[in-house]
């Protein structure tokens, strides 16, 4: 019999099995049986003082959070004697009590460490949020007089002292000066999803993080709902790393324990499966306790279901679902399959390579807008539609739009968005389809579609490179684009057009909203100034030019060198 290779640490495969059978979705996780046992002692003890009758933890609480507790703050490598859980992720659904059991489990923390004058910090992404964490905390030291004597509150600083120590748990509210002087030895995040909207959250999660790799190391445990928004920034690379490290894949041994309380991602696409209320219970650790089931579907049913928007935020919230391509019954069609089109193999260079013709669309604003450029080639032989976007922004629209910084920054760390000053964007995007001329791909008329609309210097750029009169259109918006919009429906749903598979049109598909005009459909924008859809409109124009059926200028091209095209 062959050995059986060891999963890497806090890898949990079972973790879609745990959950339908009423289990953590956790690894197990070896622990110090003595501090475990202090740490639940204490825990159990406290009392919710936002209840009738005052009932303990001990009675109150469900057990999935106790087993977090221990595993947080009593994991013990049973070789080393060393603390295996240093930071822990824990994702779970709206009204489970998360942020009452995190100041339950600040104050266990406070009185189990034993180092002098040190720093812990509650973190939280409101002031509305801080002081509900705090006003639990104090609360349930107030209701014993032992905790009196144990600790100092002082409620005008948000701040608890522990006597014996001096060491020192403060709330505070996220912002960019929050970790001051010493590093804290355990932070906790209430909300971490929040600081993904927030555009300099991942310099401060460096520096909380900085505790990590002194000598007296310091804890990380964020515990949050999924966004109502698709995960952006921080949040999404924490998710991420998470899902990594849950199926196995995050290395052999990482130091953050995910908790994802969450349908399989495969099953979060069914609606008809999420939708069926026998199912929630499922990810609903603290249901029979701070979630009465009969409440929560009569709220879904007469709130939470009232239109496409409002389901997928109450669906985001309460049952962990995540926003991201075609969710919402006024989305495009076409996004339903859009992520099943994908060919992260595809770039402007192989499109180039693999096409008998292709045709430019360009689309974009100000200063504090999205530029966004799409090439459709067509493949020989197949005549399959090949789809390469790419969009530029100015830097000043990172200080013009903070709420969507975040997400920017991301699309630039893929590759998919560029900053840069306007020149050197329009400049660009003209060296694209000269690239493609001087490759014989572009038809001599109609080769380059735009919104005619605040687009002079690009049309001088072109100009420029060489791409005459005839080449360049100037194509009618709104409605007039709907022959683009049915087409790429049809082609997304035979699988006869790829595209490159990026974050930042996966998010600018999910962005339209779909509203219908007497003279056709039209693609809108789902939040104006935050949803982008530059590069889908960009996509449009370029399908309108393809659906002409054109022909390149010189069919030729069994020369094409193969020099890098830069976006």
Same mark, same amino acid.
Request: glycine content about 8%.
């Given at each position: ?89 824990? $994702? ?19 009185? $189990? ?26 609360? $349930? ?397 960009? $996509? ?28």
């Amino acid at each position: 019999m062959q050995p059986i290779e060891p999963l890497p640490r806090f890898a949990c495969p079972d973790w879609w099995e745990r959950i339908q059978s009423g289990r953590m979705p956790m690894a197990d996780v070896p622990l110090n049986a003595k501090k475990a046992a202090k740490a639940v002692a204490f825990f159990n003890r406290l009392r919710l003082p936002d209840l009738p009758g005052t009932p303990t933890l001990e009675k109150a609480c469900g057990e999935w959070f106790r087993e977090i507790l221990c595993a947080f703050l009593a994991s013990e490598d049973p070789a080393t004697r060393q603390r295996l859980v240093w930071e822990l992720l824990c $994702m779970v659904p709206k009204k489970n009590s998360k942020t009452t059991y995190v100041a339950a489990l600040g104050l266990t923390a406070l009185y $189990m460490e034993e180092a002098p004058n040190r720093q812990m910090l509650i973190v939280a992404p409101s002031q509305n949020i801080s002081e509900r964490c705090f006003d639990q905390a104090q609360g $349930m030291i107030r209701l014993d007089e032992r905790l009196k004597a144990i600790f100092n509150v002082q409620d005008h600083l948000k701040c608890i002292t522990r006597r014996k120590t001096g060491t020192k748990l403060d709330v505070k509210s996220f912002d960019t000066t929050i970790v001051t002087g010493e590093i804290p030895i355990l932070t906790i995040i209430d909300e971490v999803h929040e600081l993904g909207k927030k555009s300099k959250a991942a310099a401060v999660m460096q520096q909380i993080r900085g505790g990590g790799i002194t000598m007296q190391g310091g804890q990380v445990l964020m515990i949050t709902t999924q966004s109502d928004e698709p995960p952006a920034g921080i949040w999404k690379t924490e998710l991420l790393k998470a899902r990594k490290i849950r199926d196995g894949q995050g290395g052999p041994e990482p130091i953050l324990l995910p908790i994802l309380y969450e349908f399989p991602q495969e099953l979060q696409k069914q609606q008809d499966f999420w939708r069926d209320q026998r199912r929630w219970p499922m990810l609903l650790p603290n249901i029979d306790r701070s979630i009465d089931a009969a409440r929560l579907i009569a709220d879904y049913e007469n709130n939470g279901c009232a239109t496409p928007q409002a389901e997928q935020i109450w669906a985001s919230q309460h049952l962990n679902i995540e926003i991201g391509v075609g969710i919402g019954d006024d989305g495009w069609p076409g996004a339903d399959y859009w992520e099943l089109r994908a060919d992260r193999s595809l770039t402007l260079e192989t499109l180039m390579a693999r096409s008998e013709v292709a045709v430019v669309g360009v689309d974009g604003g100000g200063l504090d807008d999205l530029f966004g450029v799409s090439v459709i080639g067509r493949e020989r032989g197949t005549r399959r539609w090949l789809v390469w976007c790419h969009a530029y922004a100015h830097p000043k629209v990172l200080e013009r739009r903070k709420e969507i910084a975040p997400r920017l920054r991301d699309f630039h760390a893929e590759g998919s968005l560029t900053f840069c000053e306007a020149t050197e964007y329009v400049t660009t995007i003209a060296g694209i389809a000269a690239t493609l001329a001087e490759a014989g791909l572009l038809p001599e008329k109609d080769a380059v579609g735009y919104d005619p609309n605040n687009i002079a210097t690009f049309v001088d750029a072109l100009a420029a490179r060489g791409i005459d009169d005839k080449m360049r259109r100037r194509l009618l918006q709104g409605p007039a684009l709907s022959p683009a919009l049915w087409g790429l429906e049809h082609k997304l749903s035979d699988d006869t057009l790829s595209h490159d598979g990026s974050g930042l049109m996966s998010w600018s598909v999910g962005n339209v909203k779909i509203e219908v005009k007497r003279n056709g459909n039209m693609a809108t924008k789902e939040a104006a100034g935050r949803a982008k859809i530059d590069p889908f409109v960009a $996509m449009l124009c370029a399908a309108i030019l393809m659906s002409w059926n054109p022909e390149a200028s010189h069919m030729d091209i069994g020369e094409f060198i193969s020099a890098p095209v830069v976006a």
